[in-house]
Each structure stands twice: as structure tokens, then as C-alpha cells.
């Protein structure tokens, strides 16, 4: 079975704080993807990885950055939180083009 | 650039009603489609997808879709709902990027509540 996880199920952070969300998958998956959750909006992707140490912006990337140093780890970060990326974010893994993408629990941050 | 259009947002049926959810897209050629459900407190977990041959595809649950190219639909289809279909559907369809990466592109979700 297929694992993604996702360092926190709940965060809450103050503006201007630097933050980290980490996602690790289990399965030697390619590919891995960050998305944030909004209600109406559906999911939006905000950076993807294809293979360790490469990156590609997604549509919203404007305010994060993402670290992958490692194959199963895919890290998201938000340099200077601010109160409009309060959102669900959540990761996800694939092995390659067109397979499923297997999805995380989430992190619900709350920025205040 | 690839949309998604799921037009219920929210719908509300009786055990054992049918269902059906729709799903349009934009962008014309080769697609690959899927719907993701989310049920309360869970992860995003695939219900069936879509590549190639039999446009109607059979999911888990009972689920099945039809994809229509002439309609650039792939709607969502159960013909007797259980309360525990309560959840959150998404559908997502890919789109080739100028790098030749395919990714998803997922439509806004629709919210089905079945009561007992």
C-alpha cells in the first residue's frame, strides 16, 4: 500500500513566520506534487517535482518554495507566512505520466 | 490552458436515489481523466480513471463514469447511494505542459450529502 505523509495534521502560525510543511512517500515514486485545498476552488497545484533536486512552478506558486533532496521527501515552504495562505495543503506522489497520484492526510495551517 | 467544470456544487439526495455528477472540460485531444473522492476526515483516494478504450469505466463502490469526447464530459455515475457515499468529489483531467510533463488539473469539487 501506498503512503503518503504529511509532517502535521494541524498548524497555526503567526504573519512573517517561516514556515515548513514536509511530505514523505514510501513507495520510490518519481514524481511528487504540492497542492493547497480551498473551499470553491478545488485543489491548485503549487510546485511539482520530477525526479530529486528538480523542480517546476505549478500555477500558484507566488510566496512558496519547495526543497527535494531526497527522492521520498518533498518539502514546501513558505518564507514569509501571510494570512492568505491559511489553507489545506496536500501532497501528493506518482510513479510516472498518467498514473494515479496518491494523496496525503493533509496539513490544515491556519496563519494569524 | 486546461478548465474543469464540475456545475453542482452541492447536492443532496435519500439513500438509494441515483447520482449522477457532472464533469466538462475545455481543452480538446488526448486526455486522461479521474475522479478523486474525499470522504469526511480521510485522504484523497481514487474512484476510477480513465485512458483509453471502453469510454464507460467502472470504479470501486459501485461508481462507474462515461467518457464523452463529443461533449468533453466524463460525468460520475452511481445508481443506488448509500449514506456512506457522503463525501466530496473531484473531478481532474490532465494537461501536457511545454515540457511534455503531464499534470493534473482538478474542477472546484462537489459536495454530495446522502441522508438515511
Known amino acids: 500500500d501506498v503512503k503518503v505523509t504529511q509532517s502535521s495534521r494541524y498548524l497555526v502560525k503567526r504573519t512573517g513566520e517561516k514556515v515548513f510543511l514536509e511530505c514523505v512517500q514510501d513507495?520510490?515514486?518519481?514524481?511528487m506534487f504540492w497542492y493547497r485545498q480551498d473551499p470553491g476552488l478545488g485543489l491548485r497545484l503549487i510546485y511539482f517535482?520530477?525526479?530529486?533536486?528538480?523542480?517546476e512552478k505549478g500555477d500558484i506558486p507566488e510566496g512558496y518554495s519547495v526543497s527535494r533532496e531526497k527522492k521520498e521527501r518533498f518539502s514546501l515552504i513558505l518564507e514569509s507566512a501571510s494570512t492568505n495562505q491559511t489553507s489545506m495543503y496536500l501532497c501528493?506522489?506518482?510513479?510516472?505520466?498518467?498514473?494515479?497520484?496518491?494523496f496525503g492526510p493533509g496539513t490544515r495551517l491556519t496563519v494569524t | 490552458a486546461q478548465s474543469v467544470s464540475q456545475h453542482n456544487h452541492h447536492v443532496i439526495l435519500s439513500e438509494a436515489a441515483s447520482l449522477e455528477l457532472g464533469c466538462n472540460y475545455s481543452?480538446?485531444?488526448?486526455?486522461?481523466l479521474f475522479w478523486y473522492v474525499q470522504y469526511p476526515g480521510q485522504h484523497l483516494q481514487l474512484l476510477l480513471k480513465y485512458f483509453s478504450g471502453d469510454p464507460l469505466v467502472k470504479g470501486i463502490k459501485g461508481f462507474e463514469a462515461e467518457f464523452i469526447k463529443s461533449k468533453f464530459s466524463f460525468n460520475l455515475r452511481k445508481p443506488s447511494v448509500q449514506w456512506s457515499d457522503t463525501a466530496e468529489y473531484f473531478c481532474?483531467?490532465?494537461?501536457?505542459?511545454?515540457?511534455?510533463?503531464?499534470?493534473?488539473?482538478f474542477g472546484t469539487g462537489t459536495r454530495l450529502l446522502v441522508s438515511p
Open positions: 513507495m520510490d515514486h518519481e514524481n
Open positions: 481543452y480538446g485531444g488526448t486526455v486522461n
Open positions: 481532474a483531467v490532465s494537461e501536457n505542459m511545454n515540457t511534455g510533463f503531464q499534470k493534473l488539473v
Open positions: 501528493a506522489s506518482r510513479q510516472g505520466q498518467g498514473d494515479e497520484q496518491y
Open positions: 517535482s520530477y525526479d530529486v533536486k528538480m523542480k
